[in-house]
């Protein structure tokens, strides 16, 4: 009684499985449809984050007074003429907000290496007084 109970049983798993395989589709003239891929996702840009070094000029806990320093800090870019611009800060990202719990951060540029950010500093010091670097 075992024995046959265990081959239903395995009839049965193979009956279920030859049924769950795709089956192929054809057409009435007994040709097989070409198959459709489906499309790959567009390819997006990937952030990668690196050390480097920014020069912090505001920390505060409210929004108006970072977005005031940080026009303030992007006219004061402009204003430099192109010689005295770090190489580092010339892609045009140059003035950032950014929210750390519990308060916004005016930072400027994106420095490879400290020797950058120190050169830029003594630049962004004659504006903003109490500016310093953070990494």
Excluded: N
Excluded at 46 to 59: E, K, M, P, S
Excluded at 63 to 68: G, H, S
Excluded at 70 to 96: F, H, Y
Aim: hydrophobic share 40%; net charge positive.
């Amino acid at each position: 009684m075992r024995t046959s109970s265990f081959s239903f049983t395995l009839l049965a798993c193979v009956v279920l499985l030859a049924a769950c395989s795709a089956p192929r589709e054809t057409r009435r003239d007994g040709a097989t449809p070409p198959r459709t891929e489906t499309p790959a996702e567009p390819s997006r840009p990937v952030a990668h984050t690196v050390q480097g070094f920014r020069i912090q000029v505001l920390t505060t806990p409210e929004k108006a007074a970072a977005d005031q320093v940080a026009e303030q800090a992007r006219a004061w870019w402009q204003s430099l003429p192109a010689s005295q611009r770090p190489s580092a800060m010339a892609d045009g990202t140059v003035v950032d907000v950014k929210w750390k719990q519990p308060s916004y951060r005016v930072h400027i540029g994106a420095f490879a290496s400290l020797e950058e950010a120190e050169k830029s500093l003594q630049l962004a010091a004659r504006t903003f007084p109490e500016v310093f670097i953070v990494p």
